[in-house]
């Protein structure tokens, strides 16, 4: 049988897979990084409503002085999607996803400060080694700077987000969290939208399959996605999260090569960063489990 940290652990592998996907969405949908966003949060959030509504309205209680932590959180996670759509919009998916995997290394830093700890040298060490094994994978692209620069503050934002949401869900319903999250950022985003652009229907028109798209989007990605990936870190660390994070390129290349069929990812470079990328994730795990075993 699994114990609950393995179920969690599979669990956000799941998660993780349907984050993949969300890159393949974002260049299938037509409509800019922010408009985009912003149909995924609200949406998210009316989904999640609705299921309060027809389960437990008493979900819609919150904290007051939790609701200026989880303000942040949602206006923290809106500038995260919105950066990561932005980036893969003027780069490519892959060097956007590539940039992801910083997020362990950053959350190896930041999280020790965050909770008044010691660095661990160990979580220094496994985020550099899924850096290497990611940049194997693609070969950073520098003509795509700006892509890349917005792309690593998408990442530090998913870990600052990631470490204040593991000490949020210690003391508080995870799916409540989620819905008052996804809620502020939604509106956050589209006061910024209004405060930086002049009102043009057309940047919100869905158009072709877009409807379906966002619909996947702000549902199964959003909805389903985003309040299971808060529920799984009251059983794992926030480190291991962002470890596991860093199988979202993969995901995303593999998905690429099944939809567009580009068989350019099917490289020895590949199949190399993959493993190293995997040993990372793998070897945390081990050290982690065995690390527990001398405790007890």
Do not use: Q
């Amino acid at each position: 049988m699994l114990n609950d940290r393995n179920k969690n652990l599979l669990l956000y592998h799941f998660i993780v897979f349907l984050y993949g996907f969300t890159s393949i969405l974002g260049v299938l949908i037509s409509l800019e990084a922010l408009p985009i966003v912003i149909y995924r949060m609200l949406i998210g959030a009316i989904g999640l409503a609705i299921f309060f509504l027809i389960i437990n309205p008493t979900y819609f209680r919150i904290n007051k002085k939790v609701f200026i932590k989880v303000f942040f959180s949602g206006i923290i996670i809106g500038a995260h999607w919105v950066t990561f759509f932005y980036a893969i919009k003027i780069s490519t998916i892959s060097i956007t996803l590539s940039m992801m995997s910083a997020g362990a290394l950053i959350t190896a830093f930041i999280d020790p400060i965050y909770n008044r700890k010691k660095i661990s040298p160990y979580e220094i060490f496994f985020g550099c080694i899924t850096i290497i094994g990611v940049v194997v994978i693609y070969k950073a692209e520098f003509e795509h700077l700006i892509g890349i620069t917005i792309a690593l503050f998408s990442a530090f934002m998913s870990s600052l987000f990631t470490i204040l949401n593991r000490d949020l869900v210690k003391r508080n319903n995870f799916i409540t969290l989620s819905f008052y999250e996804l809620l502020i950022g939604g509106v956050a985003c589209l006061i910024f939208y209004f405060l930086t652009n002049e009102f043009k229907l057309l940047d919100f028109e869905l158009k072709g399959f877009d409807f379906l798209w966002i619909f996947i989007l702000g549902i199964i990605c959003t909805s389903f996605a985003f309040n299971a990936s808060i529920k799984v870190l009251r059983h794992l660390s926030s480190f291991t999260v962002m470890m596991i994070i860093n199988l979202e390129p993969i995901y995303g290349i593999i998905l690429s090569i099944l939809i567009w069929k580009d068989e350019a990812f099917l490289s020895l470079n590949f199949y190399v960063g993959f493993v190293i990328v995997l040993s990372s994730i793998l070897m945390d795990t081990f050290y982690k489990r065995n690390k527990e075993t001398e405790i007890i």
